[in-house]
């Protein structure tokens, strides 16, 4: 950029506009569409004829578009004579990228056309073009998380008639819709093996636990208490200890799960054995087993979606799940950073659709700030600085709107403060010292009046999904 294109009617002229030749001697490249129109058309000649004395020859670019370079026929021929002859009178054949279906096509012609004008190889340029259409899956992710990030906003203000909420429910079902529909390609989480197939080694552990003299509400009562127990040890820090009660809440949820052939109420307290079974693996740093874990809770999660796409509480715990594989993958030794910012890409998506089904909720409000933060810290893995500040700055915006609507909440603050921190050290990597500094001061204010330390870096641990109720 920029770029000049030529849409001036030279008909009456005698000879190129000054118009014209300015651009021309302002222009480093020319890129000439060859087609028997371009061929015979005088002005075309004239341009190219221009360039070329401007001691340019070798900075034209040809794409045949339509026509023969090669035909016998005059009225077939694509290249202007400007291009074809020689200082001593001769003729030659330019080199040209070639888009018609039979020869390059348009996407090979486009790459020669880009390495020539780069002047690099189009080797390189079709490996790089390669690793573009391994992520083209992203454009169109991105477009839904536009609209529905814009659905969001419409959500939080305009809200105010029965016609506005019906609408609403319509474009959300049409989102949830396309989402649902491409779970196996946003989701890399895989099926309940283990659950579904009565493995034996679960089955025998389930039985030396004497589950067969309890009723269901004995079980169930059993089961939370020993997750209680669990989370109680788990943050105490006491993990080890912690793992005993937590393996045996998750077998008395399959024992349920299997009583009652999965409902909602058992598909979603087995969803939350998981995520504490996997939280505290991945705490101990046991993160082949964390995956495991927060796989099963996905994909409980997707079946509690795919029964009721509507419920806000379902879409946002599938967030929950994808946050916390991609925390999984950064803590790595050789993270996979595209797998780890495709996830929370995702993550992102499933909680604006939450918000849309729930305008109000102030904790996926919170949760949406968080997820920001870790799509900026993919993005900074994936040295894509402008994408880490987009996303760090957004951050920031609704964590300072959080702090506006509630300025004596202390989490809010802390919350702030983080966000600040983050900015700041995404704008140091870019060099913008003055602002980065300020957002560090800003921070630090914030983070006196908490009275608690907060964390000054690019990360946060990934969001802890809280345990809820099916009736909630």
């Known amino acids: 950029m920029p770029i000049f294109r030529d849409r001036e009617d030279l008909s009456s002229a005698a000879d190129l506009s000054s118009k014209i030749r300015d651009e021309l001697t302002a222009s480093e490249t020319l890129v000439l569409i060859c087609s028997p129109a371009s061929a015979q058309s005088r002005w075309v000649n004239e341009e190219v004829r221009y360039f070329r004395e401007l001691g340019r020859e070798d900075r034209i670019f040809a794409l045949i578009v339509a026509g023969d370079p090669q035909a016998a026929d005059v009225a077939r021929q694509c290249f202007p004579p400007a291009l074809t002859r020689l200082e001593g009178g001769g003729q030659h054949e330019p080199l040209a990228a070639d888009a018609r279906p039979y020869a390059d096509g348009k996407v090979l012609s486009k790459l020669k056309l880009v390495a020539g004008i780069m002047g690099i190889r189009l ?86 636990l004497g589950f067969e003299h309890m009723t269901i509400d004995q079980l169930l009562e059993q089961a939370m208490a020993w997750r209680t127990a669990g989370q109680e040890l788990n943050e105490r820090g006491l993990l080890d200890s912690a793992m005993e009660p937590l393996q045996k809440s998750r077998a008395g949820f399959i024992e349920l799960y299997q009583r009652e052939h999965g409902s909602p109420r058992t598909l979603f307290e087995l969803g939350q054995a998981e995520f504490w079974m996997g939280s505290t693996y991945l705490t101990k740093g046991e993160l082949d087993e964390a995956q495991a874990s927060f796989t099963r809770y996905g994909v409980l999660t997707r079946r509690l979606v795919n029964a009721d796409p509507n419920n806000a509480v379902y879409v946002m ?90 300025p004596a909440d202390i989490a809010r603050k802390r919350s702030l403060a983080t966000a600040l921190s983050g900015w700041a050290m995404v704008q140091w990597r870019m060099s913008l010292l003055e602002p980065s500094i300020e957002g560090l001061r800003e921070s630090g204010k914030l983070s006196l009046e908490t009275v608690q330390p907060v964390p000054v870096g690019p990360g946060r641990f990934p969001a802890m999904a809280p345990i809820r109720s099916v009736t909630q």
Request: with cysteine; net charge negative.
């Open 123 to 208: 080797d390189e340029l079709r490996r790089r073009d390669a690793q573009r259409r391994r992520r083209t899956w992203l454009v169109s992710a991105g477009v839904i998380a536009l609209v529905v990030l814009l659905t969001a906003a419409l959500a939080f203000t305009a809200i105010s008639t029965r016609k506005t909420v019906a609408l609403q429910r319509d474009n959300t079902e049409e989102l949830l819709s396309y989402m649902l529909g491409n779970l196996k390609s946003l989701d890399p989480i895989m099926g309940l093996e283990v659950i579904d197939q009565n493995n034996e080694q679960v089955m025998n552990y389930l039985q030396s």
């Open 317 to 406: 715990e599938l967030a929950y799940t994808l946050i916390n594989l991609s925390g999984v993958e950064r803590e790595r030794q050789n993270p996979d950073v595209e797998k780890s910012l495709q996830l929370n890409q995702s993550a992102m998506q499933y909680n604006q659709i939450a918000l849309v089904l729930d305008p109000g909720n102030a904790v996926y409000r919170e949760d949406l700030a968080n997820t920001m933060a870790f799509l900026a810290d993919s993005w900074m893995d994936t040295c894509n600085l402008g994408k880490a500040f987009e996303f760090r700055k957004q951050d920031v915006e609704l964590a300072r709107q959080l702090l506006q609507e509630a």
